[in-house]
């Protein structure tokens, strides 16, 4: 195992779905780790991700000094959890890792319960869990495994400190394991983007599901649209509910439905070409990286108040809206549509901070010190 600050690391990265914030947090994790002379693998699920996290995968793979395995890997917990552990155990002592560290809550049970071979067993969430409850069934089956699981983990290293605060609450206190690393977007990200000439008043992008909130921003345009506006709405991604979301366009009548366009999924630059307000109406998150992003790029947005979001919005926080509650999005977009120079002028605030405080160096940076305070 690694005992200097100065040397080298082998280090493996264990998530179960190449998908989203977490798969972006991992490429660029991984990208920063080679450029600073560490030597990367991963390992990662093989029946999720299509055809973007092929690509992105093949683009790494010759980078990838440890290389790329890709295993079956279950959302549910069951048997082949431990045929799965045991694949990254083997991964693990072939490559001779010194870091193991898993991303999610599949990403962090194999590398927390990989046995045979020692290494810095490290621990990303990115929400996964924590998202859940005791009072039901699944959640505490998730929760009672992440506390079983505590023990084992020599670093916990969080992407708000709103999630390390629920952990605590959750699961129980970290102590000196823990620490809040946020994410980061790259200089590149921060070019402004050319709206396209046919763009939609809103915008929404990110992956179709219930807890990201896109059935409230839907009757939000619906309340809007029966006091006299009705604002069109561009929704980039895919997800289990996508049809769900359609219907419930549909339920609100031809022409507000007609204002409504769903694109599938895109790239977010691509995707942030096609409105001029983005919404971001999520019912939870961790500390997500759309919001990163869309600032990042100069893009008026209106975001809830969940997560770590208020973390990213600093001083402006006042500026969210509570989730759930489509009187109060609808509100909010109104007055951004109204006053979008106002609109304007507050981003480019969020702008600032995100370029001082949300980098992928000073994330890359500071996982690694986190990483070497705990082999030393």
Known sequence: MADSAHQSLKILHVLRAPLGGLFRHVLDLARGQIARGHQVGLVTGSTTGGGHAEAALAQLVPKLSLGLMRIAMSRQIGPSDVVAC???????????????HGHGAKGGAYARLARGWNALRVYTP??????????SPT??????????????????LF????????????????????RVVYNGVAPAEFEPI???????????????????????LIKAVGLLARGGRCPTLTIVGDGPDRAAFEQAANRLG?????????????????GFTFGR???????????????????????????????????????????????????????AIANAL?????AQERVERLRARIREQFSVEMMTEAVLAGYHEALG
């Open 86 to 100: 045991g694949h990254v155990a083997r991964r693990a002592a072939d490559v001779g890792a010194d870091v193991i």
């Open 126 to 135: 990115h929400g996964g869990s924590l998202h859940y409850e005791w009072t």
């Open 139 to 156: 959640g505490f089956v998730y929760l009672a495994s992440e506390r079983e699981m505590l023990p084992r983990s020599d670093l916990i």
């Open 159 to 178: 992407e708000s400190a709103f999630s390390r605060d629920v952990f605590r609450a959750k699961i129980g206190d970290p102590g000196a394991r823990g």
């Open 194 to 216: 050319e709206t396209d000439l046919k763009a939609c008043d809103l915008l929404f992008v990110g992956e179709l599901r219930e807890l990201k909130g896109v059935d409230v």
């Open 254 to 270: 031809p022409k507000i439905a007609d204002a409504i366009r769903f694109v599938g999924a895109l790239p977010a630059r691509t």
């Open 277 to 331: 307000l983005m919404v971001v109406p999520s019912r939870a998150e961790s500390l997500p990286y759309i919001v990163l992003e869309a600032a990042a790029a100069g893009l008026p947005l209106i975001s809830t108040k969940v997560g770590g979001i208020p973390e990213i919005f600093g001083p402006d926080a006042n500026q969210l809206v509570p989730p759930g509650n489509a009187n109060t999005l609808a509100q």
């Open 338 to 342: 109204k006053d979008p120079a106002g």
